[in-house]
């Protein structure tokens, strides 16, 4: 990266932060020859390709276009949805590759949509997973519902709590 003051090719970095959405690094550099400051901003290009075989751009807006179809009727807002095809280029990105097919990208929705809606996720991993009959959804849901004991855990130290306290009132009177 030539300095765009002097041309200098040498220049130090600065300070370099990743954008919020981590698809890019902004640095702030200094060029070594007439000490100007500027700013490059790095991206890495993630391709997907699609069963077709066609290449396209990772697109999180079309990340959003699927999920938002599985999400129709339900609680699930437009930030949430925003959030979820971030955590998709996240994961995808994380994996290295500079192409990946768009198989790995319906993976990397499944998990962030499951915690985000069971119904909505039933509904994606439908079309996604071509499920063809009712016991594809059985198993499905089984699966969901074998993840579920977080929901006991969580709630036990309240009981754990409610019981002592109401262990401690009989004594008081
Ligand atoms: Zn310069």
Request: glycine share 4%.
């Amino acid at each position: 990266m030539h300095c765009p003051f002097c041309r200098n090719a040498d220049s130090r970095v600065i300070d370099s932060r990743t954008a919020d959405d981590g698809s890019a690094i902004r640095r702030r550099r200094e060029c070594t020859a007439c000490h100007r400051r500027f700013t490059t901003i790095e991206t890495s290009s993630l391709s997907v390709v699609k069963r077709s075989g066609v290449v396209e751009p990772f697109s999180r807006e079309k990340v959003v276009a699927g999920v938002r179809k599985a999400c129709q009727g339900r609680p699930v807002s437009d930030d949430d949805l925003a959030l979820l095809a971030q955590q998709v280029e996240e994961t995808v990105r994380a994996a290295g590759a500079a192409q990946i097919n768009a198989h790995e990208v319906g993976l990397a929705i499944l998990g962030p949509l499951r915690e985000l809606d069971e119904v909505a996720y039933l509904r994606f991993a439908s079309v996604y997973s071509a499920f063809t009959s009712l016991e594809d959804f059985e198993t499905a849901i089984t699966a969901l519902r074998a993840e579920r004991p977080l929901d006991p855990p969580s709630a036990a130290p309240a009981d754990d709590d409610s019981a002592s306290v109401e262990a401690s009132e009989p004594a008081s009177h």
